[in-house]
Every structure is written in C-alpha cells, then in structure tokens.
C-alpha cells in the first residue's frame, strides 16, 4: 500500500535561514505522481508543485526549490531565505496512476514556524 | 475564475444526529474529492466523485456518504454522529485524473458534542 512519511513534525527558523522538508513515500505503482500543499492557518490547502515518477528533473520556483530523488524514494522541498509568511504546515502527497482517478496519500505534515 | 465552495464554514451536532456538507467545485472541474483531517489520523480520504460516479473510495464507514450532481457539485452526509467525527472537511475540485492537482476549499469545521 501507499504511504507517505514526513519525518519532522515542526520546524522553527529564524527569518532569512533555509529550511528543508523531508518527504519519503513508498508505492509498487510504476507510474505515481508526488505534490506539496501548503496549508495557511486559514485552512485551505494550496496547491504548490506537482512531480511525475518518470521526470526526475529538479525545479526551482522563485525562493521554492524540490529535489525528487527515485533512487531514495524521496521528494524533498527547500525554502530559501525563509519569510514570516513562510509560516504554514507543509504536506506532501502521492497519487498512484492505477487508482484511475483522484486519491490522495498525505504524509502527516511538517509545521513551519518562521520568527521574525 | 472562483474556487471551490464549500458551505458552511462551521458547524455544531449533537451526537446521534446526522449532517450534510456542501462543495460548489470549480467551473470546468469534474472530479470532486472530499478529506477529513483531524490532529491525531491527519488528512484522509473519504471518497471522490467523477461524472456523478463514485471513483474511489476510502476506509471510512457507511455513515460517510457522498453523492455528486449533474453540475458537479458535490454533498456528503454523516448520519449518527459520534464525537470522533469532529474535523474539518476539506473538499478538492480537479480536472480529472490522478495526475491533476487538486484545488481545495477551505473547508467546514464540524464540531460533535
């Protein structure tokens, strides 16, 4: 079955340090797809990247960097320069293709406390 | 282009009554997926509707129900609440496959005394 692991529970940091999330997801599905949310204390859930198992390319996004790693099983996200509004709980998410439709696994989520 | 909807925001049941939440999904969007997301279980699925179809479905019980109209709004009910039901609901519109992202709403807190 899938599973999704994010091993840090909180993380503070003081404004301008970087800060990296761990994610390791385990599937037997040849195809899946790997996501990073962000969630606000408003509560809804933004959508941030999307990454298929097959482009193990790594991006980069103004100061949102993600490093995809098959080898390890692992779809890390840094924030560089880190800002108060930085400030959220960070899920990572697996979607397997042979669910034919659209069922998110979440990891537990890191909280990311960013101090002025 | 609005988000996706979801009414109401808060709620409060008595334990043993039942409820039913509403999702208005994004224009365009055919899928609709609905999560519950508590401290201790975290966010899980509860079950995804596509074309008015049952897609997928989680490990929740038979008190969790969905159904999706013609227009693809979405509701869900809980009959026989019990306090272990309190979470917040979070309603996902996409496009339609598994490689779509997911667009959420902001929720609605339920609260079972």
């Known amino acids: 079955a899938q599973k999704v692991t994010q091993a840090q529970t909180e993380i503070s940091v003081v404004e301008k340090e970087d800060v990296t999330l761990d994610c390791v997801y385990e599937t037997r599905d040849t195809t899946y797809y790997l996501f990073w949310y962000k969630q606000p204390p408003s509560g809804e859930l933004v959508f941030l990247i999307r990454?298929?198992?097959?482009?193990?390319q790594n991006e980069i996004s103004g100061r949102y960097s993600w490093n995809f790693q098959k080898s390890t099983s692992s779809f890390n996200f840094t924030i560089t320069a880190s800002q108060v509004v930085d400030s959220a709980v960070y899920f990572c998410a697996l979607s397997e293709r042979r669910a034919a439709g659209n069922k998110l696994t979440f990891g537990g989520g890191t909280r990311v406390l960013v101090k002025p | 282009k609005a988000g996706v909807t979801q009414t109401p925001r808060y709620l409060i049941k008595t334990r043993g009554q039942q409820v039913t939440l509403s999702c208005s999904p994004i224009?365009?969007?055919?899928?609709v997926s609905w999560y519950q997301q508590t401290p201790g279980q975290g966010l899980q699925f509860l079950f995804e509707?596509?074309?008015?179809?049952?897609?997928n479905k989680g490990n929740f019980p038979g008190r969790f129900s969905g159904r999706q109209f013609s227009n693809s709004r979405s509701e869900m009910n809980v009959s026989t609440l019990e306090l272990g039901d309190s979470a917040l609901y979070l309603c996902a519109s996409s496009l339609r496959s598994e490689e779509s992202p997911l667009h959420f709403g902001n929720g609605t807190r339920l609260t079972v005394t």
């Open positions: 990454r298929n198992s097959f482009d193990e």
């Open positions: 224009s365009g969007h055919r899928s």
């Open positions: 509707y596509f074309s008015e179809t049952q897609r």
